[in-house]
């Protein structure tokens, strides 16, 4: 069976044994519906959303109901990453800042500054965070120390996605240029 996540404007769909589910708490005050920008799939039947309406949300996918805002950002989330084996979430987009979470402990740990327009693309692997920007940048992250490592500006035009490639500890970066 399918498990059909919606959150207002967007339904997410993923193999399950469990029937169709709809989420609906990423809905705005005014009972506007806020887009839904990134989903990450948790260990325990349990999902991250992010959304327009600048929260992260955790759902419990056999209850279908939203558990927790675990994180929020000023203005529209439109990346977020998550390591389930430490806990770490990282969110951005439109405030320009990448917001770095614990959420075990429930506490944020860094908003990581030097972006001069929307975040639009994320990665972590292990002790970093890379960040890719319509400010034309990539930029590399220490989670340790919550300070930037690297800039890399190498394209004209926006940076729409970005990638860590193990093998050769290489950075792949994604553009409109």
Known sequence: ???????????????????????????????????VTSVRMLSGERVLTASHDGTVKMWDVRTDTCVATVGRCQSAVLCMEYDDSTGILAAAGRDVLAHVWDIRSSKQMFKLQGHTKWIRSMRMTGETIITGSDDWTARVWSLTRGTCDAVLACHAGPILCVEYSPSDKGIITGSSD
């Not at 404007?9 to 887009?35: E, F, G």
Request: overall charge positive; aromatic content about 6%.
């Open 1 to 35: 069976m399918m498990h059909r996540l919606a959150s207002s404007s967007i339904v997410v769909t993923y193999i399950s044994l469990s029937p169709y589910l709809t989420l609906t708490k990423h809905v705005h005050a005014q009972l506007t519906l806020i887009q």
